[in-house]
Structure formats: structure tokens, C-alpha cells
């Protein structure tokens, strides 16, 4: 599709004109869940380790939406105290994604308590190599992320250690590579 | 006691009950499943990887084939996923129409449910007459944006089409005609006795589990947690009508059935409501640069589909094409606790569960 | 020369009874159609009149598969076993007071003698097809039938106290002179509890189990196609036929007309009429109700209709007796 | 009991009411003005400016344009213009991108064939298909910006 001469009807420098117009100039005020990270990271660093946690920040496209990055080795007993602790009681767990940086491998755990009357949203992170990716599995802590992870595993190839059934879950058992992952190479490119 | 032979039954892909190209492969003592193993992946068609080489606009129509069976709410969390990495204003008239769809869309996939659930277990013609309500829902739909199943109806900013003459009208209309045919429903089979013996303590899991396997929509509410994205995460314009979120305690099929049955009526409580005060006039579409580029960064919208809450994860790169896109589907996360409720239940009760976890499969493999 | 006049006969039921089945399933189909709303079959002939006709054609002239790994004797014996007691338990139904082929003093024990074997074959064929559904099927058949077979039987007692006679021409005419002598009035929880057991025999809806589409695919016969399959629904047909028709010479005081003063109708009619509404009936049913659970079957059977039909018995009797 | 007869009740009543059986092969469907069937495509109008095959989210069109024969005008005429339909999903997008509305959709949905060859269809064919042509093509949602080159040639 690509070989042929288009005609585009649009020039590339006037729809970067009309991108940049269209981005608002952002006012630099704290974000109303400032505080609520800084609970979290501090509940984390005095819970597990001093160097648990190695970022933090809001994401303000996300509706001001809390994020920490996880140190893996890390990660399993963070959960567990995620979920146990009484000021948090994170006990859902909504999503898992996994996503192929190219240098780094990233998986996304969206949490949320159920429990308290206070419902928001918890994002955190772990990264993972992108040479022999592992991440410990979270399934003992939350059952959601069983296929989650299994998923994952599928379709970019991190590894789960302490998973009860790590298999390929949409892709056949014999399938080869990996389909999510940005340097993955289809076996028939017609398909 | 006279033990049989371990009998492994092999469940679909291809059977009447798995609603899909679905198999579980079950160990039966004599008809007991002592053991339940689902295998799904045989709809995947890699929506996610698709994705990374199309324009958000064009990934929009590969949504309605996630969970053909209510496309405008995964046309919606779609798009409110860019629109809030975009930080765009929606129009009135475009919220409200969005809205609209969405309920109806509600509706339509709760008589789906009901039809195919009862067909389940046994009665055939509840699916006839919930089809003739969703065939006049449909039809509406098609009137509106030319498609009956896959609607491709809203886009980022907005939504492709105004309501056509007459259009809001045919919907006034058509709330007090389901409220009859509800109460027909409710005579035909609510009270059924043999119904209320197969579905009343089957399948039972408290909240606790519920919340552990991330279970939501009605398979979550049957078990007493009242969560409901529409009232406690409120997105698009819902905080501003009332309706009530139909909580059940008991946890069994039977809560499920009730559960889903209320959430039809408040539907029509929702839309009775938005159609009152839908705006006269107005866009419906906001000013979207023609190439969409949402800042650098990723977002995770969640709305309330009839299915639970369907999430959508973007990471942007500032290109047309989104980075990764990540749906979070609330059929494949509902599945997961099948092979726990199936352990000591027979054959029956299989079907019976299965049916009430209310799973599409174009949604379970992506 | 009698020997050949009872062929001809025999003939003729067989081609009255093709006849019913064939107008049974087209009925069948429209009524269910009906009430879903649809229109039913309409394609072939006339409103659709030949449907069945061509449904069974084409099944004749299906290729006859047999699994590789079934035991094809039992496979092609069962729905032979079927059939043939479905087909010969016709015989001692009296349709009028002369009409009848055999009146046999204990027609009502040969009936449920015969149409028990049935079950045998519905057993085997789930068995011989070496299919995993099959065998559910037709184990959840053999279940089944056994338990119902003792409160079937059981309610009909009733009836044979009043009449004194298990002549079914003697049940019928202990009947006449109005519907206030119909035994389902005196013999209402005989009558109840034999309807119920009567459709589980039939194996139809509610009580389909082991056929359970939505279950067992197609229970006993998943693996049957063509002829032999048409076989175990012709099987299923004539026992609608022969159950409705005992049911109205049991209970609905046979060719008897409901007042006296209608005994101007043929007694035929009254018997047709009759027999065709319970046969709605049935239809009505299968198009309402959901299927019964395995579990609650036999509960019901063993523990509600076994019981009550044993209760039934106890208080006829004594009644009976009181006002002898 | 009650249940069931309450239940009985529905379903006796339903087997008087008005069927709603559509008998579609022997009575023609009307469908809405709006709705997305197979595309009619006029090569006259048609400016090659390939925004459909660009925008077609599973890449079942197909279009190669030529000189235009006539010295005198500039630009390009469509040559061929295939669409497979064994793969469009009558999403509308290049409906709605085409400036010029060369391409637009028709209420005809029939496609059904006993060779999936069939459904290859050409620029013929689909200049053919004229019938039931939808009237509300002109609601695009981007604003049209057509290139000045193609203004001039509509015109």
C-alpha cells in the first residue's frame, strides 16, 4: 500500500500546526492527590524498602491518577501489604497490562479498594528486562491476575515466577514468538 | 457407595451451551464434575496488535467486534480514553446521544442474556420474545447510524451521526412498551417454579471471592457489593439522572438473574429521564484535529458495559497510532472463576453457570 | 383368511399412526410457532403442509453412518427395540365401543409391560455409539424411566379400583353418561400425578433430559442420522400418540360425550377431540417451561409422586369400600 | 404451581397475537436511508487522492489512477478500483473521508455468492451498483478541505 505515490491532501506542517493549537498551556498547580501518593510511597518505603519504590508520580492526563514504579524483587511483598494494610485495603485488582518499550519491558497493575468508602484508582508499575523478562506473579495475592498474567506471558513473553499454570493462553501451545512484542515477525506476513 | 469410572467429557468449542467457540474440558464422576479446565483463544484475532499499526479512528470499528453484543459501550471507552488523554470537551448534544445509545445498547444486551440464559435452561420461547425487543431496539440503531450489529457510531469528540427526524420519539415510545413486556417476562418465568429450582443457590460465591477474582457488573452486584461505575466513578454525563443500582446478597444464579433483570428497568428509568432532556439543538461533534495525536503519556479509562467494567489502556506516544491498547475485558476477567463454581456441580448446573457469568467470546479472546 | 384381514388392519393402523406422527410434528412446529410468534413451516406445500414429508424423505435418503468405533449390532438394534413396542402397544386401544383390535382382559398391564422395553433401546443406543453424550443421555433415559414407570403405574391403580377391571374397554364404559363420571374428577390426584409421569415417559419437555439440547447436544441419539434416526422420533411420536390416548380412555371417559344430551356426535369425535387436546397440551408445555434438573426429577418422582400416588391408592380404597 | 400457570398463561395468550415473521427472500427489506451496504462508486468524480484506501482500517480497497488522457487537464483519472469484500466490513470511513463523494454507500447488502472470487469486485461492477444510493453522504464529520487541485476538477 505504501509504494504508491499518495496524494495527500493534507500537508504534514499545517496538521502539526493545528496539533500544537490545540494543546493547552499547562498550568503547573499540585495535583489534589499529591497527598495521597505521598502516603502511599512512604507507607511502601517504611513497610518493604527504602529503595522499593523507584518512581513516583501523578498522571495528570489520567484524571490526576497516582502512579508508582515498583522495584520487582520487590513487587509480591509490596502486593501483599497493598492489599492487607488498613489504610489502603487495595483488594481489587482491575487491570493488567503488559507494554513492550523496546529497551524495557512494563507491566501496569490498576488497583482499587473495595473495601473503603475512598475509591481511587491505584496505578502501579514494574519493569521488567527486555532480555529474559520476569516479574513475580501476584495470582496468590489477587486471583484476577491468574489469566491476566497468563495473557501476558502469551503475548509478550514475561516470565511469572510463582504463577500455578503459566501456559499460553490465546495463542496455540506451539505457537512461536511472541505477538504483542514490537519486534515480533509474523510468520505469514499475509495473515 | 459404588464408585464410577473418571469420564473426561470434552465441552464445546462447538456447543450449544458455550455461547461461542468456548471449551471446557471437565472430569465427571458419573455426572459430578470433579475437575474443570476452560480453553479459550480460539476467537482471538489480536485486536491489540492490530491496533498498533491503525489510526484511533480506524480502531474504532474493531471494537464492535470485541463484544458484538453491546459495540456502542466498547465504541465508547474507546473513545473516551483518547478524549481524556486529549482532554476534550464533548458537546451536549453528542453526550446525550451517547448516552442514549449506550442504555438502549444495555438493554438490548440484557435481553440477549435473558433469551439465550433460558434457552439454557430449557424454555424456548423467552428468546423469541426478548429478540422481538431487541429487534426494535435495533432497528432504532439502524435508523441512527446504518448498522445493525457492528454501529461504529461514535467517534473521538463525538459522536457521526444526529438523531434522525423522529428518532427520540420512537425512543419515548418504546420505554413504556418494555416496561409491559417486562412484566410478561416477569409472568412467564420469574415465578416459574422449575426455573427458581435450577437457577435459586446455584453457582454461589460471596463477596469476598467476587472481589478476589475481580469479578464486576452483575456477576460483582449479585453478591451485595453496590459498585457501579455509572455512580461511583461517573463518566460521560450519568451523575446528572437518577436511577438506583440494583444489589442482590445472595450471590447464587439467581441474584445474577434479578440483578440484570432491575438493571433493564432502571435503563428505562435513565432514558426516560435523558429523553426529556435531551437539547434541541446543538453539535455533535467538537473540534478534533483532523490527524488524532494525544500527548505523549497513558491513560485507563473504565466505563460500565453490560458485561462489568470494560477498561481501555493507551499508551501514547504522540503518533496517530496508539503505542499499546490494552482492553481490559470484563468477560475474559468474569470467566476466570468458572473453573472454581464448576467443582462438585453436574452437568446441568454447568450450562446453568456458565450461562449466568453472561460471557461473550469475542470479548474472552480479544 | 383372518390372519390376513388382521395384516391389512395392522396395515391400515400404521399408515393412521405415520399419518398422526407426520401431522403431529407439522402441528407441533406450528403451535410452538405460534406462540414464539413465528409462523412455522411454510415453505413446502400448501401453508407448509409437507414439511414433515419432506424432513422424513430426506432423512431416507440419508447416508446411513454408523461411528467407526460403535458396536454396530447394538447400534443398529436399538432403534428397532424402540419402535417396535412404541408401534405394538396400539393395539388394545379401543377408539369407540366396536372399534378396537384387541381386547385383551389386562390391556392396561400389557401397555406399561411393553412400553417399558422402549427404554431398553433408548439405553443401548446411547450405549453402541460410543459417544460420551450418548451415554449420559442414555443413562439420565434409563434413570428416568425407571423412576417414573412406578408412580405411572401407580396413579392408574386408582382407576382400576373404580372400574374393578383392567379391560380398557371396561375403564371406558364405567364412564358413560357425562363428564361428572370421568375418572379424573373422583381420581384428580391419580389423574395429576399420571399427567406428570406420563410426559416423563414421553421424555418432552419439562422432563427432556435426555435428549437436553443445551446439556447433552442431543443426548442418546448424537450419534444417529438418517433412517435410524428417524426411527427414535417416530418412536417418540407414537407414544405421544398412544399416551394421549390412554389418557383420554383413563381419565376423560373415552368416547363418551361430556352431557348426555350430545350423544348425537359420534363417539369417534369425541375421542378425537379429546386426544388432540391433550396433545396441544403437550405442545403448549414444551413451548412454556424450562427443562427440569436431573436431581429434582428424581426427587419429584421418588419423593411426591411415588408417595402421593401411594396415598392415592390408600384413599380410594378405603372410600371404595366405605360406599360399597 | 403458580408460577407455571402464570407462565402458561403468557405463552396462550402470545399464540393469538400478531406474527412478526418477516418473510425477507419473498419481501423485499426496506432499510433506512442511512444504512452502510455495498459502496457504489462513480470513476467520474473520482480525483485519486487515495484517502480511502488510506483510511480503510482492514485494506480491501484497492485503486490505481493514470494521466489523465485529456493534455489539457492536470491531475489524474482513476484507472482501476477494486474492492474485496470478502474482507470490507462496510465501516464507512471511506465514504466519509472521499471529498468529492466519488464513493458513497447504497442500501444493497446482497452479496452472498458461491465463490468467494465473486466478491472481488471491480470498478464495473460497483459503478453498476447505482441503486438505493444513500442521500445523506454529504454529512462528513471532519471538515472537508478539498485540495485545490481537486476543486478545480470537480468543477
Known sequence: ?191 | ?366 | MALLQNILWAAFLLVVVLGFVTYAIYFERKVIGWIQLRKGPNRVGPLGLFQTVADVLKLLIKEDTIPNKADRFLFILAPVITFVPAFVVLATIPYTADWQFADLNVGLLYYFALSSISTIGILLGGWASNNKYSLLGGMRSAAQMISYEVPLVMSVVGVILLSGSLSLNTIVEGQAGGFWNWNFLPQIVGFIIFIIAAVSELNRTPFDLPEAESELVAGYHVEYSGFRFAFFMLAEYVYVYAIAALTTILFLGGWHSPLPFLDFIPGIIWFILKFSSIVFFLFWIRATLPRIRVDHLMSLGWKVLLPLALVNIFVTTIIIEIFK | ?155
Open chain 4, 1 to 155: 404451581m403458580k408460577g407455571i400457570v402464570k407462565g402458561m398463561g403468557v405463552t396462550l395468550k402470545n399464540l393469538t397475537k400478531k406474527k412478526i415473521t418477516y418473510q425477507y427472500p419473498d419481501v423485499p427489506l426496506q432499510m433506512p436511508d442511512r444504512f452502510r451496504g455495498v459502496q457504489h462508486f462513480d470513476p467520474e468524480k473520482c480525483i485519486v487522492c487515495n484517502q480511502c484506501m488510506n483510511i480503510c482500517p482492514t485494506e480491501c480497497i484497492d485503486l490505481v489512477g493514470k494521466k489523465n488522457p485529456d493534455p489539457e487537464k492536470k491531475g489524474k483519472v482513476i484507472d482501476t478500483y477494486d474492492i474485496n469484500f470478502e474482507i470490507c466490513i462496510l465501516c464507512d470511513l471511506c465514504t466519509e473521508v472521499c471529498p468529492t463523494e466519488a464513493i458513497v454507500m447504497t442500501n444493497n447488502f446482497e452479496l452472498a455468492t458461491y465463490s468467494r472470487d465473486d466478491l472481488f469486485k471491480n470498478m464495473e461492477w460497483l459503478n453498476d451498483n447505482n441503486t438505493n444510493v444513500r442521500k445523506e453522504n454529504s454529512i462528513n464529520l471532519q471538515p472537508k478541505s478539498i485540495p485545490s487541485k481537486a476543486k478545480k476538477e470537480v468543477k
Open chain 1, 1 to 191: 500500500m505504501s509504494d504508491q505515490k499518495h496524494v495527500t491532501e493534507m500537508d504534514p506542517k499545517e496538521a502539526k500546526k493545528e496539533i500544537e493549537e490545540n494543546e493547552v498551556v499547562e498550568i503547573v498547580e499540585p495535583s489534589p492527590n499529591q497527598a495521597k501518593l505521598d502516603r502511599l510511597v512512604d507507607l511502601v518505603k517504611s513497610n518493604i524498602a527504602e529503595d522499593a519504590v523507584e518512581e513516583a508520580y501523578i498522571n495528570e492526563l489520567d484524571r490526576d491518577l497516582p502512579s508508582i514504579v515498583i522495584r520487582s524483587p520487590y513487587w509480591l511483598k509490596t502486593a501483599m501489604m497493598l492489599k492487607e494494610s488498613e489504610t489502603l485495603k487495595l483488594n481489587y485488582l482491575r487491570n493488567v497490562s503488559g507494554i513492550d518499550y523496546e529497551t524495557y519491558f512494563e507491566v501496569v497493575y490498576y488497583l482499587l479498594s473495595m473495601s473503603t468508602d475512598n475509591q481511587q484508582d491505584i496505578c502501579i508499575k514494574i519493569k521488567a528486562d527486555r532480555e529474559d523478562p520476569s516479574i513475580p506473579s501476584v495470582t496468590s495475592v489477587w486471583n484476577t491476575a491468574n489469566w491476566n498474567e497468563r495473557e501476558i506471558y502469551d503475548l509478550l513473553g514475561i516470565q511469572f515466577p510463582g504463577h500455578p499454570n503459566l501456559k499460553r493462553i490465546m495463542m496455540p501451545e506451539d505457537w512461536e514468538g511472541h505477538p504483542l512484542r514490537k519486534d515480533y515477525e509474523p510468520i505469514d506476513p499475509e495473515v
Open chain 2, 1 to 366: 457407595m459404588i464408585r464410577t469410572e473418571e469420564l473426561l467429557l470434552n465441552v464445546g468449542p462447538q456447543h450449544p451451551s458455550t455461547h461461542g467457540v468456548f471449551r471446557i474440558i471437565v472430569k465427571l464422576d458419573g455426572e459430578v464434575i470433579t475437575e474443570a479446565t476452560p480453553v479459550i483463544g480460539y476467537l482471538h484475532r489480536g485486536t491489540e496488535k492490530l491496533a498498533e499499526n491503525l489510526t484511533y479512528t480506524q480502531v474504532i470499528p474493531y471494537t464492535d467486534r470485541m463484544d458484538y453484543v453491546s459495540a456502542m459501550t466498547n465504541n465508547y471507552v474507546l473513545c473516551h480514553a483518547v478524549e481524556t488523554l486529549m482532554d476534550l470537551e464533548i458537546p451536549e448534544r453528542a453526550e446525550f446521544l451517547r448516552l442514549i445509545v449506550m442504555e438502549l445498547q444495555r438493554i438490548a444486551s440484557h435481553l440477549v442474556w435473558w433469551g439465550t440464559y433460558l434457552l439454557d435452561i430449557g424454555a424456548m420461547s423467552p428468546f423469541l420474545y426478548a429478540f422481538r425487543e431487541r429487534e426494535m431496539i435495533i432497528n432504532m440503531f439502524n435508523e441512527l447510524c446504518g448498522a445493525r450489529l457492528t454501529y461504529f457510531y461514535m467517534r473521538v469528540g463525538g459522536v457521526k451521526w444526529d438523531a434522525p427526524e423522529g428518532w427520540i420519539d420512537k425512543v419515548r415510545d418504546f420505554i413504556p412498551y418494555m416496561r409491559d413486556k417486562l412484566d410478561e417476562y416477569e409472568q412467564l418465568v420469574s415465578g416459574n417454579e422449575i426455573f427458581l429450582a435450577r437457577v435459586k443457590g446455584v453457582g454461589k460465591y460471596d463477596a469476598q471471592t467476587a472481589i478476589d477474582y475481580g469479578l464486576s457488573g452483575a456477576n460483582l452486584r449479585s453478591t451485595g457489593v453496590k459498585f457501579d461505575l455509572r455512580k461511583n466513578q461517573p463518566y460521560s454525563i450519568y451523575d446528572r439522572f437518577e436511577f438506583d443500582v440494583p444489589v442482590q446478597t445472595e450471590g447464587d444464579c439467581y441474584a445474577r438473574y434479578l440483578v440484570r433483570f432491575e438493571e433493564i428497568k432502571q435503563s428505562l428509568r435513565i432514558l426516560e429521564q435523558a429523553v426529556e432532556q435531551f437539547p434541541e439543538d446543538g453539535k455533535i461533534m467538537a473540534k478534533v484535529p483532523r490527524v488524532i495525536r494525544p500527548p505523549e503519556g497513558e491513560v485507563y479509562t473504565r466505563i460500565e458495559s453490560p458485561r462489568g467494567e470494560i477498561g481501555c489502556h493507551i499508551v501514547s506516544k504522540k503518533k496517530p497510532q496508539p503505542y499499546r491498547l490494552k482492553f481490559r475485558r470484563p468477560s475474559f476477567v468474569n470467566l476466570q472463576i468458572l473453573p472454581k463454581l464448576l467443582v462438585g456441580e453436574t452437568m446441568t448446573n454447568l450450562v446453568t453457570i456458565l450461562g449466568g457469568i453472561d460471557i461473550v467470546l469475542g470479548e474472552v479472546d480479544g
